[in-house]
């Protein structure tokens, strides 16, 4: 692991930003005038439990280009997201429902999620690597090349309890300028683990095409992956076997319909996928899976869903990057801590 330093980030850290404008934080896309909110749909009476019958999706913001990677930092109550083609980083604060920019430049950030020191971890386009901001403010370059090789694009990202990163490298922020830079491509798209003792980075799995988000199940024992090179997509799902090291057992464990995408996902504890969807105003939002691959509900948005994080003080409020905006509602499960 090598570290760097960028310019201005620790004052950006500690909260030296301005707000940026955007209507009251409590806008709606549309008001919600009766409840149950109509907006979370029943596929299966499994998932009546799961919905509030007080409660609804609320827009808490909107004025991204393209929202991704949210994560729950919840010794600052606040929510961290990227903005990927504007290369930032956003930040909504809980105890005043402002937006400010977290980071810019940020090089074009994907995936979030932290580490069990509670440190931020990103998935970096425009550096083709995974980076780590310590309490200082300063950046330690986890991983950007393997083999002698550069990543391509680091998407999505976890941390497991033993404190190995994993994470996947599909090529979306080298195929042009918008997500990062056009770059050729130097490495297949793999899933990456580095080891949380000696920083070694092994490739987990290079049998799925341009993998996308990815999440473990709630006792560590399975590792859901999106298959973003099938049309339709898939999320496969693998063992985690020798102590937690290495896959087996590739599997489909869901398999889209046509017109379907999914993209970014975490479980609750009770190990449902909530899982950011699209493409289409049917399927915007996001799809609820259980543990047997059962779609048994879906939070229905007014805009394709990439990606989602559990937070809030009980972790029970799921937050829901979409396109130019970010939504929450609070949930009757909690999501697994550390996801």
């Not at 069990?116 to 990103?122: N, P, V």
């Not at 780590?132 to 083999?147: K, M, N």
Request: proline share 6%; net charge neutral; aromatic share 10%.
């Amino acid at each position: 692991m090598t570290k760097t330093t960028r310019r201005d980030l620790f004052s950006l850290a500690t909260g030296a930003a301005s707000f940026l404008a955007a209507g009251p934080s409590s806008a709606r896309w549309d008001d919600t005038v009766r409840y149950p909110d109509p907006a979370f749909e029943i596929l299966d009476p499994s998932f009546a439990k799961y919905r509030l019958d007080a409660g609804a999706v609320e827009r808490l913001w909107t004025g991204a280009r393209w929202s991704e990677g949210p994560v729950w930092m919840a010794d600052q109550r606040c929510l961290i997201w990227s903005d990927i083609p504007n290369d930032r980083t956003l930040r909504w604060q809980e105890s005043t429902g402002q937006v400010d920019e977290f980071q810019k430049p940020a090089g074009y950030p994907n995936g979030h999620t932290r580490d069990r020191q509670g440190r931020l971890l990103t998935c970096e386009h425009g550096g083709r690597r995974v980076t780590r901001l310590e309490p200082d403010g300063s950046l330690t370059v986890i991983a950007d090349r393997f083999d002698d090789k550069r990543l391509n694009s680091p998407n999505d990202i976890v941390c497991k309890s033993d404190g190995s990163i994993w994470f996947t490298d599909p090529p979306f922020g080298i195929l042009g300028n918008y997500e990062g830079d056009a770059a050729p491509q130097e490495l297949p798209t793999n899933v990456y683990r580095v080891d949380g003792r000696d920083g070694r980075i092994a490739i987990v799995t290079g049998d799925v095409g341009r993998p996308n988000g990815l999440a473990f199940s709630p006792d560590e024992s399975l590792l859901y992956v999106v298959e973003a090179a099938a049309n339709p997509r898939v999320i496969r799902v693998f063992d985690v076997v020798d102590d937690g090291t290495r896959l087996a057992n590739n599997r489909i464990f869901i398999q889209a319909q046509p017109g379907e995408r999914p993209d970014g996902f975490r479980l609750d504890v009770d190990g449902n996928l909530w899982c950011g969807w699209g493409m289409s105003e049917a399927f915007d939002g996001v799809r609820i899976f259980d543990k047997t691959g059962k779609a048994i509900g879906h939070i229905h948005l007014p805009e394709r869903c990439p990606n989602v994080a559990f937070g809030g003080r009980k972790r029970n409020r799921l937050f829901m990057a979409a396109s130019k905006s970010l939504y929450a509602a609070y949930v009757n499960t909690q999501g697994v801590a550390g996801g």
